[in-house]
């Protein structure tokens, strides 16, 4: 290996400072989203020891949810790219603005979503209800799914408000306070988790209703600690100070942020509804198939608290190098990448492992125990993979380059994955396990072209010049 060889291999490697800082704002949200991920998934699994069919509408209406909760975070991401950077340049009162702009798509994302599932509930849960198979009961699958979707509605607008707040904290540096309140949320909805969906100290048995419940009040609990919290501590948060005053947001910023996270929030929707309908179209090989994946997903999201974690920290990082005018914001980004790609590996063994283990603990047929192992270890392997692309997608977005996500990452699904998915579950005899590891393999594309647009460092920009009034 030659000297510049040696060179760019050592400028992979950071400096203990530099993972010091890493920790330090990845660690907090791997702690939030690793306790999060594990309650849904002991929610998960004492829904799953009612049965199959209530397991399988509870899968099919948390789908449809993360529609909503992505268009959330892909929303606010957007002016987020201009908070994090008015934040590394130490200006209030553009965090104050981009503040008020969340707000405004907050109660936009909120009535469209409302609007949506309450419409056409029927059609939506129908569609991924595909042939029988002798396992499940298609019309009692639909009945749970509509029955836990009618009282998930009521926890919409508390989730939207608590994601306009914690992103704002985590953009400007402060990630102690939403993993706080995010623990306090997940432990109210575990403890009336186990009160209301087995019915214990004298309340009713109230099954996936129970459930709902639950996960409702516990998005108010953690709307609450984020509000009183920001607004009782004003030297810590001066932004929060004078921030209900006025709503006014200047038009020339108004104007960038639309012009910047339109693409974002458009590939947010696209992307979750992109994996909404992937789920849909396996979901054509039978009822066992949803309730498989059920189980897959929810192990595999606990483990994947690594990647998406670094995503986060990775989009906030580099976004305050970049309106700080940082030098070695290139250098970073790729050490980023090493990084998360690296811890992957670790977690992806680690989940391979539970793949025999861990869909036992359902009270479910063989054959959907069978198949969730399948996808657990498929998704496993493509741990390392899916970690890359995910760094690749937040330091593009980091710099503005929103377009240019829209088109990696949303375009990506629609147009590869979803017709890749469609005519192997339709037209083949290919087992389905086979096909999830073919269609998730179709990732590595995505990471060659979107390394190539990260190299030439297309994303170097700081954009919130652009964006003063």
């Not at 991401?77 to 707000?103: M, P, S, W």
């Not at 991924?128 to 607008?157: C, N, P, V």
């Not at 377009?403 to 005519?423: K, N």
Request: proline letters at 3%; hydrophobic letters at 50%; one cysteine or more.
């Amino acid at each position: 290996m030659t000297e510049t060889e040696n060179r760019g291999w050592r400028r992979l490697i950071g400096s203990r400072e530099f993972y010091r800082r890493v920790l330090l704002v990845v660690v907090p949200i791997m702690i939030q989203s690793g306790i999060t991920n594990f309650v849904g998934m002991l929610d998960n699994v004492m829904v799953g020891q009612i049965g199959t069919d209530q397991m399988s509408g509870v899968s099919i209406v948390n789908q449809l949810l993360f529609v909503y909760n992505l268009c959330c975070f892909g929303g606010f991401a957007g002016a987020g790219i201009f908070t994090a950077q008015f934040f590394g340049r130490g200006d209030d009162e553009g965090v104050r603005h981009t503040f008020r702009f969340k707000l405004y798509l907050a109660l936009g994302i909120f009535a469209a979503g409302l609007f949506v599932l309450t419409v056409f509930e029927g059609p939506l849960i129908r569609s991924y209800l595909g042939q029988e198979s002798g396992i499940g009961d298609a019309e009692a699958t639909f009945g749970y799914a509509a029955e836990y979707l009618l009282w998930m509605l009521a926890g919409l607008f508390p989730f939207a408000l608590s994601q306009v707040y914690a992103s704002t904290q985590r953009e400007c540096g402060e990630t102690l306070i939403p993993m706080y309140s995010g623990i306090a949320a997940v432990f109210v909805n575990l403890v009336f988790n186990y009160i209301l969906i087995y019915g214990k100290f004298g309340a009713p048995a109230l099954g996936v209703v129970g459930a709902a419940i639950a996960t409702v009040l516990s998005r108010f609990v953690e709307m609450l600690i984020l509000v009183i919290y920001v607004h009782t501590h004003p030297k810590k948060y001066p932004y929060a100070v004078g921030l209900y005053r006025s709503f006014r947001v200047p038009a020339a910023l108004a104007k960038s942020i639309v012009i910047k996270g339109s693409p974002l929030l458009l590939n947010e929707f696209l992307w979750s509804a992109g994996m909404a309908s992937l789920l849909q179209r396996y979901s054509v090989r039978g009822l066992e198939v949803i309730a498989a994946f059920n189980i897959s997903m929810t192990i595999s999201n606990v483990f994947n608290v690594v990647f998406i974690s670094m995503g986060s920290a990775t989009a906030i990082i580099l976004g305050q190098e970049l309106g700080a005018g940082d030098p070695h914001v290139r250098d970073d980004a790729d050490r980023l990448a090493v990084t998360s790609v690296g811890a992957c590996v670790v977690s992806g063994a680690m989940l391979f492992g539970m793949s025999y283990l861990f869909p036992q603990i359902y009270n479910t047929e063989p054959e959907v125990r069978l198949l969730a192992g399948r996808f657990i270890r498929v998704a496993a392997v493509c741990s390392p993979i899916h970690a890359y692309a995910n760094i690749l997608y937040f330091t593009l977005r980091s710099g503005g380059k929103t377009l240019i996500t829209f088109l990696f990452d949303s375009c990506f699904i629609w147009v590869v994955s979803i017709p890749a998915a469609h005519l192997l579950t339709r037209y083949t005899g290919i087992p389905i396990g086979t096909v999830y590891l073919m269609v998730q393999l179709l990732e590595i594309v995505k990471c060659l072209f979107g390394g190539i647009l990260v190299r030439k460092g297309v994303w170097v920009h700081d954009i919130t010049r652009l964006g003063k009034a």
